[in-house]
């Protein structure tokens, strides 16, 4: 059975780098047919595709337009985990952060973590 | 970006009766390459992540039961919930993945018991 457990703080600095890690059980996060996913939740935006990593041979990233300056979203074989990083955070990144995993030809999240709470405040 | 729309915003109906939630998006969805409408559609309960129901338009996941179905082609979706059980108290989202390779979902459709 698949599972996504996420990790990371809750709160972050305004300007400051927003951190978390979607550790991998049950798949591998190498899996030439998965992609890895972030995806965030708020009243203001609805649920909002940020990015994801995907290996197909070599590691590829996509990320949405909205985020495309500030996000990072980067694997870690070695532990089978993948991670978010999202620079310069304002008031307006405050949202539950998700990772999920999307296998190809199924279009759409089949798996997903268990949601973290991320406020942006001083 | 592809926008969703999604009708209507809430809707309540009564134990055993039919919901439907329609979602429209703002240019098709589907790939003429194999003739597949890349939607699927979520249920969210409340403190929980997005539940996937039905992927590639009406194909429903392992353990959703029959009575949740999805139809539609091009830009015009339909989630229908037969026999409406209180389990089924939710919001449902659309969503699609098309050639710019960037998932958009609609704002959510709340579904009540009247």
């Known amino acids: 059975q698949v599972q996504l457990q996420q990790s990371g703080p809750g709160l972050v600095k305004p300007s400051q780098t927003l951190s978390l890690t979607c550790g991998i059980s049950?798949?591998?996060?190498?899996?030439?047919?998965?992609?890895w996913n972030w995806i965030r939740q708020s009243p203001s935006r609805g649920l909002e595709w940020l990015g994801r990593t995907s290996y197909r041979s070599r590691w590829r990233n996509d990320y949405a337009v909205s985020v495309k300056s500030r996000i990072s979203v980067t694997p870690d074989t070695s532990k089978n985990q993948f991670f978010l990083q999202l620079k310069s955070v304002t008031a307006d990144d405050t949202a539950v952060y998700y990772c999920?995993?999307?296998?190809?030809?199924?279009?759409?999240?089949?798996?997903w973590g268990q949601g973290t709470m991320v406020t942006v405040s001083s | 970006d592809i926008v969703m729309t999604q009708s209507p915003d809430s809707l309540a109906v009564s134990l055993g009766e039919r919901a439907t939630i329609n979602c429209k998006s703002s240019?098709?969805?589907?790939?003429?390459?194999?003739?597949?409408?890349?939607l699927a559609w979520y249920q969210q309960k409340p403190g929980q992540p997005p539940k996937l129901l039905i992927h590639?338009?009406?194909v429903r996941e392992f353990g959703v039961p029959d009575r949740f179905s999805g139809s539609g082609s091009g830009t015009d979706f339909t989630l229908t919930i037969s026999n409406l059980q209180a389990d089924d108290v939710a919001v449902y989202y659309c969503?699609?993945?098309?050639?710019?390779?960037?998932?958009?979902f609609g704002q959510g459709t709340k579904v009540e018991i009247k």
């Open positions: 999920a995993r999307e296998i190809v030809g199924i279009a759409g999240f089949d798996i």
């Open positions: 590639l338009t009406s």
């Open positions: 969503q699609q993945y098309y050639n710019t390779q960037t998932w958009t």
């Open positions: 240019q098709s969805v589907l790939y003429n390459s194999n003739n597949e409408n890349f």
């Open positions: 049950g798949d591998s996060v190498s899996n030439n047919r998965a992609n």
